[in-house]
């Protein structure tokens, strides 16, 4: 056997180890106790990958790799700072919108490919004769495919880290706009498949424009309590075109990984729609995140409560059930809700978490917060575990939660978030809420149950509040509690 085959039969092998580690790798993800194990077996896993396609290109002899090795260096190098340094110093409030950004760059990355492979075979067939290209026709057809959806999980995602950064409104919509997007959509479709018989660099160019310009669309209307459904298919969507390009440039490392992180964004986007009570086809097809017309006015009032009564239930009390939202990630109040969840627990309460499949900004979002907190896993549970128990539980600390834990989901068909599943915090037989001000979700309609008869207002900031209520705690042992 000669160096050079010798040198393919261990690219080949790279491959398939770089694509055990990237199953594995995922397959840990789905669970708190092994998903820092995960990211790191799959980061091995892309950094073999990386390192034998060099291999790879060289074995080939492929011009590109050859000519521009010095330029792939310096741009992994570079990627590789920028991402390690805003990595470190990117905030917990502000991981959905990075998590966003770098789908993105994902889908982006798949579309440049398919634009790379579509022109060159344009630029071959012109420099030849016509209709002789580089590629087959099932290869233009699947780059064609992955670029249309790298394009649209590019500039899609773009849209949904500008919401959530907070530099464009929630939603926007103008009359018509279905059959607008239905027309892009179609446009890009049609000179997709023009593509197939007639390889040509103008319709290219014209392709990609409207593929991108459809990914901005597509999102534009879609509400901002949406997003973490939104992420979800946009991190589907990028898996799918990796794995298209990658047989078009026939790695098979490239497939491998689109493959999985394409089936598991997928099954996490039926999860993440199940939780929201939105189909696949409505997610994909219908006026995503419009909801319907606006909710019944609420009667009563909001009651508040201070520091020193809130503690009061909390040391009565034998059971809680605390429910974080996106407002204790603002607050960055993790740590200080584990604080006094220590102190309960120390006092022989029964203390858990509750976590709504959509709570926060982007899947998982809570487990991660709660994580970085030390909250051990055995005291989180998910929605569908933790809703019986709401009926036996003395106190229900909701921290930053609104749209999740809103009654009217259940009770009112004009809201638009009737249907969705909800924490069932309301059976509780007290409520403390903890929140800085009156204003509504980010759904912007009023939560119920603020105005529920057994629920209780505690106006602060997360942090601010939490201790207020360990000093309370405290100071009610002092006076001659235990």
């Known amino acids: 056997m000669d160096k050079s085959a010798l040198l393919q039969h261990a690219v080949h092998a790279s491959y398939f180890v770089a694509a055990v580690l990237f199953i594995l790798g995922i397959k840990r993800m ?6 820092r194990s995960g990211i790191q077996w799959a980061g091995i896993g892309m950094v073999v990958a990386t390192i034998a396609t060099f291999f790879h290109g060289s074995i080939l002899n492929h011009p590109d790799v050859i000519a521009n090795v010095v330029l792939m260096v310096l741009a992994i190098g570079i990627s590789t700072l920028f991402a390690w340094v805003s990595g470190k110093k990117v905030a917990m409030t502000d991981m959905p919108q990075m998590v966003a950004l770098y789908n993105g760059m994902g889908g982006g990355s798949a579309a440049a490919i398919g634009a790379s492979a579509l022109i060159g075979a344009a630029t071959v067939g012109s420099a030849t004769a016509p209709g002789h290209h580089a590629l087959g026709t099932t290869q233009i057809a699947l780059a064609v495919i992955g670029a249309l959806i790298g394009s649209i999980s590019f500039t899609g995602s773009l849209i949904a880290f500008a919401k959530l950064q907070g530099w464009m409104d929630k939603t926007f919509r103008f009359g018509g706009q279905q059959v607008v997007n239905g027309l892009f959509f179609l446009s890009a479709v049609g000179l997709g498949g023009a593509l197939l018989f007639h390889l040509d660099t103008t319709i290219v160019i014209a392709f990609f424009a409207v593929s991108l310009l459809f990914g901005v669309l597509m999102t534009l209307p879609i509400g901002g309590a949406d997003m973490p459904v939104v992420i979800s298919l946009y991190n589907a969507f990028t898996g799918l075109a990796v794995a298209f390009e990658g047989y078009v440039q026939g790695n098979v490392a490239l497939i491998i990984a689109g493959t999985v992180v394409g089936a598991a964004g997928t099954l996490l986007t039926r999860l993440m729609a199940k939780a929201m009570n939105r189909s696949i086809s409505n997610v994909l097809f219908s006026n995503f995140g419009s909801g319907g017309g606006g909710s019944t006015e609420i009667a009563g009032s909001q009651k508040p409560i201070e520091a020193a009564d809130a503690a009061s239930l909390l040391y009565m009390a034998e059971k809680v059930i605390i429910v974080p939202g996106y407002g204790m990630a603002v ?16 006092r022989d309460k029964e203390v858990k978490f509750a976590i709504h499949p959509v709570a926060g900004r982007m899947p998982g979002h809570m487990n991660v917060l709660l994580a970085e907190a030390g909250v051990p896993y055995d005291l989180i549970a998910d929605m569908d575990d933790i809703n019986p128990e ?17 009654p009217v989901a259940r009770t009112d068909k004009s809201s638009p978030i009737y249907g969705m599943p909800i924490l069932d915090v309301i059976n509780a037989r007290q409520v403390i809420v903890i929140k800085r001000g009156k204003g509504a979700g980010f759904a912007g309609i009023e939560n119920a149950l603020f105005y529920a008869d057994n629920c209780r207002m505690l106006y602060a900031d997360g942090q601010e509040a939490a201790n207020r209520l360990i ?12």
Do not use: M, R, Y
């Open 30 to 35: 789905s669970s708190p106790v092994t998903a």
């Open 331 to 346: 607050a960055q109040a993790q740590h200080k809700i584990w604080e006094l969840s220590q102190q309960l627990i120390k």
């Open 390 to 406: 709401f009926a036996t539980c003395d106190v229900a600390i909701v921290i930053g939660a609104n749209d999740v834990v809103n």
């Open 471 to 482: 000093a309370e705690l405290k100071g009610i042992d002092s006076a001659g509690g235990h």
